[in-house]
T-cell receptor, first 118, second 108 residues
Framework: GAVVSQHPSWVICKSGTSVKIECRSL??????MFWYRQFPKQSLMLMATSNEGSKATYEQGVEKDKFLINHASLTLSTLTVTSAHPEDSSFYIC??????????????FGNGTRLTVT | RKEVEQDPGPFNVPEGATVAFNCTYS??????FFWYRQDCRKEPKLLMSVYSSGNEDGRFTAQLNRASQYISLLIRDSKLSDSATYLC?????????FGTGTSLTVIP
């Protein structure tokens, strides 16, 4: 089945630094990838839709200048949290769908990145 | 109105019990439906797809009711290892909409 790989799995950084998270589709091409954030004991929140070769689409309330998304190839999307602050500490999860399959194909998630900003 | 509504629970059930979760969705044009399982501090993992005809995978049965716009997940003979959060997902167009998740704890 479709596999999505995310790296790093966890990161601790100091306030003010930037953190880059990579999301790769390993056995399929993903023209679209999705970035979610999840705070403890809360539901998944869609942050943005990453589109290969074009600008990402951000959900309302998500700062595009703070959460930079680059989708330069059909298998790689990156999320950079710029000038991270403690309130950005969260679980970030990417996902993708194999559009070669039927429209009924599911979304597959990366293993997530746990970010802690001190 | 939210795209997907899901009872957050929590559900605390004894081993061997049968438990059911439901989600309702607001857009009648939604075309695909899934159930995911998420363990604590892990990513969601696909549990099963949901079809109008219903589908079963061992102790798990998923059902879709298009007329009433809800999907359900039934777990029979609950095991301790079933303890997790269960998320429903509804696909409309190219967008996935997730429920808030229902927490299940199976008690020995």
């Amino acid at each position: 089945g479709a596999v999505v790989s995310q790296h790093p799995s966890w990161v601790i950084c100091k306030s003010g630094t930037s953190v880059k998270i990579e999301c790769r589709s390993l056995d399929f091409q993903a023209t679209t990838m999705f970035w979610y954030r999840q705070f403890p004991k809360q539901s998944l929140m869609l942050m943005a839709t990453s589109n290969e070769g074009s600008k990402a689409t951000y959900e309302q309330g998500v700062e595009k200048d703070k959460f930079l998304i680059n989708h330069a190839s059909l298998t790689l999307s990156t999320l950079t949290v710029t000038s991270a602050h403690p309130e950005d500490s969260s679980f970030y999860i990417c996902s993708a769908r194999d559009f070669r399959q039927a429209e009924s194909s599911p979304l597959h998630f990366g293993n997530g990145t746990r970010l802690t900003v001190t | 109105r939210k795209e997907v509504e899901q009872d957050p629970g929590p559900f605390n059930v004894p081993e061997g019990a049968t438990v059911a979760f439901n989600c309702t969705y607001s857009n009648s044009a939604s075309q695909s439906f899934f159930w995911y399982r998420q363990d604590c501090r892990k990513e969601p993992k696909l549990l099963m797809s949901v079809y109008s005809s219903g589908n079963e995978d061992g102790r798990f049965t998923a059902q879709l009711n298009r007329a009433s716009q809800y999907i359900s997940l039934l777990i029979r003979d609950s095991k301790l290892s079933d303890s997790a959060t269960y998320l429903c997902a509804v696909v409309t167009g190219n967008q996935f909409y997730f429920g808030t998740g229902t927490s299940l704890t199976v008690i020995p």
